[in-house]
């Protein structure tokens, strides 16, 4: 038997159907109070990966270790004690109260007739305060929202007590308010309580914000294993997903869609993150334009290096040359429109020489 003083270990896990392998030799390790997500193309094994890890399909080799012992010798109701699960398949329930739902969660502790003591009820009620679902305790749980679901399901795992929680794209259903919360109430977890956490996303900008670890699953096997500044550097996510139509920036987590080809027809004069909004309507407008003088860490420079047809710039905290504003006022000279969306006269200005930028718009400016 391996022993580890981590809360689980992968070692050589290859997983797969019918004896063909899907994703080869996955190797990592994970503390208490870590967060893992897997990330990738769509059919790329994530699932698979995430199913033979809790035996709900059997690998096709390699071991995986919850706090030193084989989960291959644990018994289910230990592996219950141990590992909560949340996949995307949905539960069947017939007259269930949300709460019931949650108390389902109990079962490992209750014994061959499934009865709660005032301990699992307690723990059921915690689980629900917890993730904010108290007051839904007695709704049908097939009347919820997919929203008011997912979390109740949460609180299912939770009460479970694991000391790790996998789960299978959890934010799918949910909207921008009930992601948030649902990752923070996940995050509390591990921070709180030393919860050991392994899911898949689609929202990368998601996982890199909650993750302590990223595994990039591409083709047949994890590509890449790290923290997510080791992760999101240039021009990775676009070779891991294959990028052929619009961009991702890993500084920002920004994904814009193609930009307008063509020679420019507008000139952007931008800075301080106001013209990223032009950009986009530009964008979708399928208007080419150019823009600038951005310095390279001005807001708006991620969204223009991806949409405009050239940026003029200048190295970050640098001074703007007769060399920028030349090529300016060529562009602009060459463009039918010059919109500016900064306002000089009330310190909107992000360089000096904007003024004299205006000065050779005349006549073509508009004010945005």
Same mark, same amino acid.
């Given at each position: 038997?391996? $022993?580890?003083?981590?809360?689980?270990?992968? $070692?050589?896990?290859?997983? +797969?159907?019918?004896?063909?392998?899907?994703?080869?030799?996955?190797?990592?390790?994970?503390? $208490?109070?870590?967060? !893992?997500?897997?990330?990738?193309?769509?059919?790329?094994? #994530?699932?698979?990966?995430?199913?033979?890890?809790?035996?709900?399909? %059997?690998?096709? +080799?390699?071991?995986?270790?919850?706090? +030193?012992?084989?989960?291959?010798?644990?018994?289910?109701?230990?592996?219950?004690?141990? !590992?909560?699960?949340?996949?995307?398949?949905?539960?069947?329930?017939?007259?269930?109260?949300?709460?019931?739902?949650?108390?389902?969660?109990?079962?490992?502790?209750?014994?061959p007739f499934g009865l709660l003591t005032?301990?699992?009820?307690?723990?059921?009620? %915690?689980?629900?305060? =917890?993730?904010?679902?108290?007051?839904?305790?007695?709704?049908d749980f097939t009347r919820l929202s997919?929203?008011? $679901?997912?979390?109740?399901?949460?609180?299912? *795992?939770?009460?479970?007590?694991?000391?790790?929680?996998?789960?299978?794209? @959890?934010?799918?259903?949910?909207?921008?308010?009930?992601? =948030?919360?649902?990752?923070?109430?996940?995050?509390?977890?591990?921070?709180?309580?030393?919860?050991?956490?392994?899911?898949? !996303?689609?929202?990368?900008?998601?996982?890199?914000?909650?993750?302590? /670890?990223?595994?990039?699953?591409?083709?047949?096997?994890?590509?890449?294993?790290?923290? @997510?500044?080791?992760?999101?550097?240039?021009?990775?996510?676009?070779?891991?997903?294959?990028?052929?139509?619009?961009?991702?920036?890993?500084?920002?987590?920004? =994904?814009?869609?193609?930009? @307008?080809?063509?020679?420019?027809?507008?000139?952007?004069?931008?800075?301080?993150?106001?013209?990223? *909004?032009?950009?986009?309507?530009?964008?979708?407008?399928?208007? @080419?334009?150019?823009?600038?003088?951005?310095?390279?860490?001005?807001?708006?420079?991620?969204?223009?290096?991806?949409?405009?047809?050239?940026?003029?710039?200048?190295?970050?905290?640098?001074?703007?040359?007769?060399?920028? /504003?030349?090529?300016?006022? *060529?562009?602009?000279?060459?463009?039918?429109?010059?919109?500016?969306?900064?306002?000089?006269? /009330?310190?909107?200005?992000?360089?000096?020489?904007?003024?004299?930028?205006?000065?050779?718009? #005349?006549? /073509?400016?508009?004010? +945005?």
């Amino acid at each position: 038997m391996e $022993r580890t003083c981590c809360t689980i270990a992968v $070692r050589s896990l290859t997983v +797969g159907y019918d004896g063909k392998p899907l994703v080869r030799d996955v190797d990592f390790d994970l503390n $208490r109070g870590e967060i !893992l997500t897997l990330i990738g193309p769509n059919g790329a094994g #994530k699932t698979t990966v995430l199913k033979s890890i809790l035996r709900r399909l %059997e690998p096709l +080799g390699g071991t995986v270790y919850l706090e +030193g012992r084989d989960l291959e010798s644990m018994s289910g109701q230990d592996m219950a004690r141990t !590992l909560a699960i949340l996949l995307t398949e949905r539960l069947r329930t017939e007259m269930m109260t949300s709460r019931e739902v949650v108390a389902t969660g109990r079962y490992p502790y209750t014994g061959p007739f499934g009865l709660l003591t005032k301990h699992d009820r307690q723990v059921v009620e %915690e689980a629900m305060d =917890l993730v904010g679902v108290g007051d839904l305790g007695e709704l049908d749980f097939t009347r919820l929202s997919d929203g008011q $679901r997912q979390r109740v399901m949460l609180a299912r *795992a939770i009460s479970q007590e694991p000391k790790v929680l996998v789960l299978d794209e @959890p934010t799918s259903f949910l909207d921008i308010r009930y992601k =948030l919360e649902f990752l923070s109430v996940l995050q509390d977890m591990a921070r709180k309580k030393g919860l050991t956490v392994i899911m898949s !996303l689609h929202e990368l900008d998601l996982a890199r914000r909650i993750s302590h /670890k990223i595994a990039c699953i591409q083709k047949d096997q994890v590509v890449r294993l790290g923290t @997510p500044e080791e992760i999101f550097v240039p021009s990775y996510i676009t070779e891991l997903y294959g990028l052929e139509e619009g961009c991702f920036d890993e500084s920002t987590g920004a =994904l814009e869609l193609p930009g @307008p080809a063509g020679q420019p027809e507008v000139f952007v004069l931008g800075g301080n993150g106001t013209g990223t *909004a032009v950009y986009r309507r530009l964008q979708r407008d399928d208007i @080419p334009f150019a823009t600038g003088i951005l310095w390279e860490n001005d807001l708006d420079y991620p969204a223009a290096s991806m949409l405009a047809s050239e940026v003029v710039s200048v190295r970050a905290f640098g001074r703007v040359t007769e060399e920028e /504003k030349g090529r300016a006022r *060529a562009l602009m000279e060459g463009c039918r429109q010059v919109v500016c969306t900064l306002n000089p006269q /009330k310190g909107g200005a992000v360089y000096e020489e904007l003024d004299e930028l205006l000065g050779w718009a #005349k006549g /073509k400016l508009v004010m +945005g």
